[in-house]
């Protein structure tokens, strides 16, 4: 069974730290870009970062640029986002992808994990 599964989201304060992980299981994300997305309640998911097959090239939202990190482990079968310096406006439900095309843009396609919760208070 192809899938992905978050983990690592919780409630932190403003400037704070998460490290979110998401695992595959069924598939092999050699073979994917992956990404991250977020959905914040009453609002369209938005494309937060992207991650080329190799890890050679990186793509982030102007609105977390310089604050997340997304990386890649393939031998662990896993993706990172490591979120710092976090913001309340970062408040949403964080949803990892796998796709065969890069960057990851646009929510049309792909393999998506079930989501985990991110909570910034202030």
């Known amino acids: 069974q192809v899938q992905l599964v978050e983990s690592g989201g919780g409630l932190v304060q403003a400037g704070g730290s998460l490290r979110l992980s998401c695992a595959a299981s069924g598939f092999i994300i050699d073979d994917y870009a992956m990404g991250w997305f977020r959905q914040a309640p009453g609002k369209e998911r938005e494309f937060v970062a992207t991650i080329s097959w190799t890890a050679g090239n990186t793509y982030y939202a102007d609105s977390v640029k310089g604050r997340f990190t997304i990386s890649r482990d393939n031998a662990k079968n896993t993706v990172y986002l490591q979120m710092n310096s976090l913001k309340p406006e970062d408040t949403a439900v964080y949803y990892c992808?796998?796709?065969?095309?890069?960057?990851?843009?646009?929510?049309?396609?792909?393999?998506w994990g079930q989501g985990t919760q991110v909570t910034v208070s202030s």
């Open positions: 992808v796998a796709d065969s095309v890069f960057p990851i843009l646009h929510t049309k396609s792909g393999v």
